[in-house]
């Protein structure tokens, strides 16, 4: 989570889909890059989805929506496939 201006808030949540794990990693303090890996280098493909990113002012209700939604995304996320 990381605090906007004027009091606002945004959550980061990293996705997995299918066989891909997505993480965001900071190389410098001024920088955010998302990685996506499998963890077996055996294993290529096309990556769909890599972060869900939801912005609000209440950061405990900004919690619980992104929670519901992320889960509402992935769902989606399984049946195009």
Known sequence: MAELEGWAYAV????????????????????????????????????????????????YTLLSAAARQHHGIRALARLGR
Do not use: K
């Open 12 to 59: 980061f949540l990293p996705l997995l889909d299918g066989t891909f794990r997505a993480s965001l990693q900071e190389p410098r303090h001024d920088m955010l890059i998302l990685v996506t890996e499998t963890g077996d280098p055996a294993v290529m493909g096309n990556y769909g989805y890599g972060i869900f990113i939801a912005v609000g002012h209440d950061p």
